[in-house]
């Protein structure tokens, strides 16, 4: 066959240009048009719910609920809803009771929060009064009792879920109508609302008591009303967990080290004590773990350093100090936690959880204490008994101390995130192999397998948060929790989304990836590919040293809202070494569920980069990778600043299956290769080497080199194949 004229081969280059070009502009306006009409009834409507004024301007109810609208006799609620009626009516008596209330009178609102005295994300089963009050199982959220109502305060990531937990006794906010504004509306003028003062921030409780007017006022109740009411039979015994030592090995720093340093910043500080409340913050300080509460490894306790004392206050005291290691730890003499006050003196006071109030409070009366250093984030208790005068009220220092990860904590992390991998990669294998295979699998049956995956690798100390194993419109719930209520097979026929995490004593994990075994429609593919850009565009970043966390947010999220999308949480946050899943005080997002604390990334920080994006009664994408901050080498360096970027720590591949690389702009794609070839050569060879080949062979099929012959290749891209396909054969036509 003859060679065509070039004007030929222009002519039908041109033609299927067009075909390409229309058929883009016809993939947009499908997108517009899907956009206008289905993908923003999850996030659109779901915000338009939540920030709406409530109908006639009237406050919000229970019967605004679908489900509790035109309630009969014959209501059967569903298998999800929690009966609170009788604990709300003895609720409501114990706040019209004197005697339980230590002679304060009677209150005509109660406010219930999520947290411990510590302020903690996950709480021991003794401390969840919300959850016990309210029926709602959530991590976040605040309940308002007063003598007629009952309301709710979540975020979006829990609408779904309180939605079905609630009985109709409670009413679910969903728009922006704030604790404050609630109880102005529901209270008479001199109104009083009761508060546990050592579950609510010295923060939150300024702002509440503020922002309330007609002379409403907070008061403290000393004595836990939930507490009061709570049947002894039907709670958890205080948590007592046994507390380990971490090795130096592990953790680069004596304990005796780190007060040094702490002492240094409060001689600069010019205070003379500082007071610990953070549970993780006191367990890095003194290199000491625990399992007091799910997930995190710590311990109930407070501290207090000085500059000739170190005191650390834990539950069980007695019980703990019989273990002579602990002791040989803390450098304990006398077996009854006593040690001598001298600057020289390397040792920890070990005193009672339950004298810590009393303790803190006589710190002021010491001789030479004049400035104390405490957290305004601590509870309203703790700063409340230190003379105004004498407060020195700014975040301590060991937040961020323990967020800059030392040499031998990066090192440890890297080495948590390949056994996780490893457990996580052979677990996927064996899911997707079987359920293509048409074998039964559910939500609960794939979380308590990947658990026993983790479990059996070396130093595994269990989960760092409950799995999210979400099948089809689960993972539209951005914290959903696999039930044996709410079970889901997982098919091949939706998305499965899968957010999890382990605890090793060398570190802390959590990724999320998201899967379809089957064919995913076009939009499922496009909504995945914009998130996988967006998640790529964080970890490609560089920036310059001083930088915010919260400016890189606008990374992630551009790909989604340039056709209109967005999803309703942080990008993310940090992780700690053997610690919290969600570590403070830095991030990347607008504060949407973490507080965004103004901090700038540092070397040596490890954070998650999370983008997503939720269709209510549909599916939901999340991917998460967690990223160490690192040295960047650019190519200039005006100015003489230094500039820092991201090294990938999770080595988990995405899903080729639901992406769209024609998407992809061609440094996306190098990076995505970058990761691919790591995560083959990192966590390929130690799964060879550890014998597991049908895992290799999954993780070889993932990380193939995405070449220009692939993305044609791609079974995503069937308009892209017919339009080449059509130029071909009129260049063919049009020379004959």
Known sequence: MMVPPVWIISISLILSGSIVFGDVLRENNEIDAEIDVTSLSSDDHTRSRRNAAPPSGAPPSAANRTKCTNITSYHT??????????????LRRA????????????????????????????????????????????SAGVAVVTRYKAALWTDGRYFLQADQQLD????????????????NSELTRGGRVGVDPTLYTWNAWNRLSKSLRNGIKLISIQKNLIDAIWPVKERSYEPNSTIIIMPQRLTGMSWWNKTSKIRKMMKNAEVDAMVLTDLTDIAWLF????????FNPVFMSYAIIEMNRVRL??????????????????????????????????????????????EIDRVETLPGINKIWVSPKSNYAIVNSISEHKRYLLDTPVALMKSVKNPTERRGMAEAHVKDAIALIQFLTKLEREVKEGKYWTELSAANVLEKYRREQPDNKGLSFGTISAAGPHGAIIH??????????????????????????????????????GEPTPWEIETYTRVLMGS???????????TLGRELDIKAREPLWSVGLNYRHDTDHGIGAYLSVHEGPIGIGSGVSQGGDDNALMEGMFLSDEPGYYEDGKFGIRLETILMVTKAKTKHNFGGDRYLTWEPITLVPFEPNLINYSMLSQDQRKWLNYYNERCLSVIGNELKRQGHFDAYEWLRLRTKKISEAAIFNNSNNFRAKWTFIVGIIVTIVLSM
């Open 77 to 90: 609620a569903p298998a999800t809803e929690v009966d609170t009626r009788d604990r709300l009516d003895s």
């Open 480 to 517: 959903y929790t696999p039930t044996n209520i709410t079970d889901r097979e997982i098919t091949n026929k939706e998305m499965y989304l899968l957010d999890s995490g382990g605890q090793y004593l060398e570190g802390t994990t959590d990724v999320t990836r998201t899967f379809h075994y």
């Open 536 to 546: 790529i565009n964080v970890a490609m970043a560089v920036w310059p040293v001083e």
């Open 95 to 138: 706040m019209s009771n004197n005697g339980l209330m230590n002679k304060n009178g009677p209150i005509e609102a109660y406010i219930i929060p999520s947290e411990d005295a510590h302020q903690s994300e996950y709480t021991a089963d003794y401390d969840k009064r919300r959850q016990y009050i309210s029926g709602f199982s959530g």
């Open 287 to 294: 290199n000491l773990r625990g399992a007091d509460v799910p």
């Open 168 to 183: 109709c006794s409670w009413i679910l906010v969903k728009y922006d109508l704030s604790i404050a504004q609630w109880l």
């Open 313 to 358: 206050f834990i539950k069980h005291k007695t019980e703990r100090l019989s273990n002579p290691d602990l002791r040989w730890h803390f450098g304990l003499v006398h077996p009854d936690g006593y040690c001598p006050h001298t600057e020289e003196s390397k040792c920890v006071e070990v005193v009672d959880y339950n004298r810590a109030l009393n």
